[in-house]
């Protein structure tokens, strides 16, 4: 079974950067592709950025320009470098990694990792 840990979450003023990492084991980190969502109290999870096996990038709109999606096979890591944050970025972080990419777009996991808080203050 796959398992997510998520890190590197924290409080920020606005305009301000962080560097969340996941780290997944359990799987085949390589042949599968990743993204990473977030959700806020009483709203649905959002996908947030996902890369492809091939290391193809797509964004949501609202965090386009400026965060960026990476991972690092030999680490079995992923990472969403996060930079010009705004308080509504405010969320809980999470990851998480399929073999389709449909899967990753909808969302339908059945098990997450326990995410990782990012605050950004006004």
């Known amino acids: 079974q796959v398992q997510l840990v998520e890190s590197g979450g924290g409080l920020v003023q606005a305009g301000g950067s962080l560097r969340l990492s996941c780290v997944v084991s359990?799987?085949?980190?390589?042949?599968?592709?990743m993204a990473w969502y977030r959700q806020t109290p009483g709203q649905e999870r959002e996908l947030v950025a996902g890369?492809?096996?091939?290391?193809?990038?797509d964004y949501a709109s609202s965090v386009k320009g400026r965060f960026a999606i990476s991972k690092d096979n030999a680490k079995n890591t992923l990472y969403l470098q996060m930079n010009s944050l705004k308080p509504e970025d405010t969320a809980v972080y999470y990851c998480?990694?399929?073999?389709?990419?449909?899967?990753?777009?909808?969302?339908?996991?059945?098990?997450w990792g326990q995410g990782t808080q990012v605050t950004v203050s006004s």
């Open positions: 359990g799987g085949i980190f390589a042949a599968n592709a």
């Open positions: 890369i492809t096996v091939g290391g193809s990038t």
């Open positions: 998480n990694t399929a073999p389709l990419w449909s899967t990753i777009v909808r969302g339908t996991f059945t098990s």
